[in-house]
């Protein structure tokens, strides 16, 4: 996650010139010789001023785009693109790898458990997950079934029921 800040924070360089050259031109225009004093003082103020404002603008910034990478990257679970020769296939996620055990959940207004599965890859150029169907959990669930409600269907990185597990195994 700091790699991923710190590479926004290197991609978006005028926003260090932004923050850069106002301090610069202000800590110019401080030290510059006056013969009032409260001219001086004036300009330390000023200085100040346009420092924190300049410090919270970039601050809340930051923020904003963390808080943007967290959510993007790593909130959401991979969702059925489409199934191809008895393989589903899923939206990238770097929750999941190769050779994996998934749970594969129907969701609708709650998450009801229907199958366990397999990642047998991820494709390099696309990233999508390629998951094979080891059993379903019931007769109502077969791949037809899962052709038809697609948009619902996610994946999970856990199986549930340990029982379950070892029939899996």
């Known amino acids: 996650m700091w790699k991923d800040i710190l590479t926004n924070s ?13 301090t610069i031109v202000s800590l110019v225009l401080t030290w510059y010789p ?4 409260n001219n001086i003082s004036s300009k330390v103020f000023i200085t100040i001023i346009i420092i924190l404002f300049i410090s919270l603008a970039y601050t809340i910034k ?40 998934v749970a594969i959940y129907y969701k609708d207004d709650i998450e009801e458990f229907i199958a366990y599965g397999t990642i047998e890859t991820i494709t390099t ?17 077969d791949m037809d079934k899962l052709e038809e409600i ?8 856990s ?8 029939e899996f195994a």
């Open 150 to 157: 697609k948009t619902k269907i996610i994946i999970k990185p």
């Open 34 to 37: 006056s013969d009032n004093l």
């Open 125 to 141: 150029s696309t990233r999508y997950i390629q998951v094979m169907v080891e059993k379903f959990v019931n007769e109502k669930w």
């Open 10 to 22: 290197l991609t978006h360089v005028w926003e260090w010139f932004v923050l850069i050259v106002p």
């Open 62 to 101: 930051l923020l904003i785009t963390t808080v943007h990478m967290i959510m993007s990257n790593y909130s959401s679970l991979p969702k059925l693109k489409t199934i191809k020769r008895e393989r589903l296939i899923f939206t990238p996620s770097d929750l999941f790898a190769p050779q994996t055990s």
């Open 159 to 166: 199986i549930p029921n340990f029982e379950c597990r070892e």
